[in-house]
């Protein structure tokens, strides 16, 4: 099984347009310390020709030009006018930075798109997504724990994690932590190896432990190093908990809380631009892979 990050930063890539927080700041002036990333998505495959896309965020189109293995010409299929590697897509929550890169795949190629009913059809009610040709994109609700294969030899099951509904779908008080078919976490198995993809997690309830212990690779949520980071860079009011992240260190955090789990690989994906593990040399850096951590980047490939 091959995973491909075509993107490790969460919503507004990094750095984010119109940021001039300390670690945005670093790449405006240069410093080789820091290196540009784009929206939250990977692609999953077992034979290394056909791939599932999780997530398509809105830099989809540039990580394809970026990615010669999903370049229409590495298609496995029949020869064509249209073609691509690309054989299914799955979303795990309705967040902007998941979907908007569908509006990307409208060209009049055909492929599944898998999604709990309640995403699917938050798209499906969305005006702008009726450009997704229904002839050519077969949406197909996926249940939560019912195992399914996208892609020959690749078998994958959602489950719930904590989370919310989608910023723009907030009404009133918005109940952060629950466990629904808004917000869910992957997992992926071909070859007897394992991994699970897990962007977005409110905390770490010990189902979910449960579940993950003995897997051969965790992506799982870096939004933000600390719960009250954006705050302190003076960029938002919001705590990472609030939007649905549990924050990498202090209490209830991620840094230490799948020791003693017996995985394999861990790493952090979906970066804020604030977050300064995303700093070459930094402390926080040095503390997350002095406690086993990897932070990934474009284009980081694993093989399992």
Same mark, same amino acid.
């Given at each position: 099984?091959r995973?491909?990050?075509?993107?490790?930063?969460?919503g507004?890539?990094?750095?984010?347009?119109?940021?001039?927080?300390?670690?945005?700041?670093?790449?405006?002036?240069?410093?080789?310390?820091?290196?540009?990333?784009s929206?939250?998505?990977?692609?999953?495959?077992?034979?290394?020709?056909?791939?599932?896309?999780?997530?398509?965020?809105?830099?989809?189109?540039?990580?394809?030009?970026?990615?010669?293995?999903?370049?229409?010409?590495?298609?496995?299929?029949?020869?064509?006018r249209?073609?691509?590697?690309?054989?299914?897509?799955?979303?795990?929550?309705?967040?902007?930075?998941?979907?908007?890169?569908?509006?990307?795949?409208?060209?009049?190629?055909?492929?599944?798109?898998?999604?709990?009913?309640?995403?699917?059809?938050?798209?499906?009610?969305?005006?702008?997504?009726?450009?997704?040709?229904?002839?050519?994109?077969?949406?197909?609700?996926?249940?939560?724990?019912?195992?399914?294969?996208?892609?020959?030899?690749?078998?994958?099951?959602?489950?719930?994690?904590? &989370?919310?509904?989608?910023?723009?779908?907030?009404?009133?008080?918005?109940?952060?932590?629950?466990?629904?078919?808004?917000?869910?976490?992957?997992?992926?198995?071909?070859?007897?190896?394992?991994?699970?993809?897990?962007? &977005?997690?409110?905390?770490?309830?010990?189902?979910?432990?449960?579940?993950?212990?003995?897997?051969?690779?965790?992506?799982f949520?870096?939004?933000?190093?600390?719960?009250?980071?954006?705050?302190?860079?003076?960029?938002?009011?919001k705590?990472?908990?609030?939007?649905?992240?549990?924050?990498?260190?202090?209490?209830g955090?991620?840094?230490?809380?799948?020791?003693?789990?017996?995985?394999?690989?861990?790493?952090?994906?979906?970066?804020?631009?604030?977050?300064?593990?995303?700093?070459?040399?930094?402390?926080?850096?040095?503390?997350?892979?002095?406690?086993?951590?990897?932070?990934?980047?474009?284009?980081?490939?694993?093989?399992?």
């Amino acid at each position: 099984m091959r995973l491909f990050v075509l993107g490790s930063a969460a919503g507004g890539g990094y750095p984010q347009w119109n940021c001039l927080c300390d670690v945005c700041r670093l790449y405006w002036a240069g410093d080789e310390r820091v290196v540009a990333r784009s929206q939250s998505s990977i692609a999953a495959s077992a034979d290394g020709r056909n791939w599932l896309l999780l997530n398509a965020s809105p830099d989809l189109r540039d990580q394809i030009l970026k990615s010669p293995r999903l370049s229409p010409a590495a298609s496995a299929g029949p020869p064509g006018r249209r073609a691509t590697p690309i054989s299914a897509v799955l979303v795990t929550n309705g967040d902007v930075d998941h979907i908007a890169g569908l509006l990307t795949l409208r060209e009049k190629q055909r492929f599944p798109l898998y999604g709990t009913a309640g995403v699917l059809g938050m798209i499906a009610d969305s005006p702008v997504f009726q450009v997704l040709d229904p002839a050519f994109v077969d949406k197909r609700p996926v249940a939560i724990g019912v195992g399914f294969e996208p892609l020959p030899g690749l078998f994958v099951e959602i489950f719930s994690v904590p &989370g919310k509904v989608p910023l723009f779908m907030e009404k009133g008080e918005v109940d952060v932590g629950e466990e629904s078919e808004m917000t869910v976490g992957v997992k992926l198995s071909a070859h007897g190896k394992t991994a699970f993809y897990i962007p &977005g997690c409110a905390h770490l309830p010990e189902t979910l432990k449960a579940r993950i212990r003995g897997a051969d690779t965790l992506l799982f949520d870096g939004t933000l190093y600390a719960d009250d980071e954006m705050r302190r860079a003076g960029v938002g009011e919001k705590t990472g908990r609030r939007m649905g992240h549990m924050p990498i260190s202090g209490e209830g955090g991620s840094l230490h809380a799948f020791e003693g789990l017996d995985i394999a690989r861990r790493a952090y994906i979906h970066i804020n631009n604030t977050n300064p593990v995303l700093v070459e040399g930094s402390s926080e850096r040095g503390t997350v892979e002095a406690a086993g951590w990897t932070v990934t980047r474009d284009g980081m490939e694993i093989a399992l």
